[in-house]
């Protein structure tokens, strides 16, 4: 394999999939909220305010979510 192909190559991680849902459309408020949200991380990025992922330490940072999630409805 050249150098060229190593350079190109795209990093990867797995994650689980679930199935595809239904779901409701979002309204006009919820829709204005997601393109604000999504505006401001834009925004955090062009002003270098983020953190590149790390491989290594993702799936810890998933199960801490899950572990905080189930806390959070037996509370």
Same mark, same amino acid.
């Given at each position: 394999? &050249?150098?060229?192909?190593?350079?190109? /190559?795209?990093?990867?991680?797995?994650?689980?999939?679930?199935?595809?849902?239904?779901?409701?459309?979002?309204?006009?408020?919820? /829709?204005?909220?997601?393109?604000?949200?999504?505006?401001?991380?834009?925004?955090?990025?062009?002003?270098?305010?983020?953190?590149?992922?790390?491989?290594?330490?993702?799936?810890?940072?998933?199960?801490?979510?899950?572990? &905080?999630?189930? /806390?959070?409805?037996?509370?």
């Amino acid at each position: 394999m &050249s150098n060229a192909t190593k350079q190109q /190559r795209v990093r990867t991680t797995m994650v689980p999939v679930t199935t595809m849902e239904e779901m409701p459309l979002p309204t006009e408020a919820e /829709r204005a909220e997601m393109i604000a949200a999504l505006k401001a991380a834009e925004a955090d990025i062009a002003a270098g305010n983020f953190v590149a992922h790390d491989s290594p330490t993702f799936v810890e940072h998933m199960l801490a979510i899950r572990a &905080s999630a189930k /806390r959070a409805k037996t509370v």
